[in-house]
């Protein structure tokens, strides 16, 4: 993807989202979807976030 949107001058942005606490004896989920977003638009909201940051 990286190799193609340099070829077309197109932006790419990359992210990796990562929330479960690992550092307790049990495994604490966090999801996205506490906050209400459903997983079509929770990746999609993320990735346009994450371009206006830029």
């Known amino acids: 993807m990286l190799a193609v949107s340099k070829y077309r001058h197109i932006p790419f ?3 990796l989202y990562g929330a ?6 049990t495994w604490e989920i966090r999801d996205l979807m506490s906050y ?8 999609m909201v993320l990735a346009f976030e994450c371009g206006l940051a830029m």
Request: glycine share 6%.
């Open 13 to 15: 942005i990359q992210f």
């Open 20 to 25: 479960d606490n690992l550092s307790s004896d």
């Open 36 to 43: 209400g977003l459903t997983n079509a638009e929770k990746y």
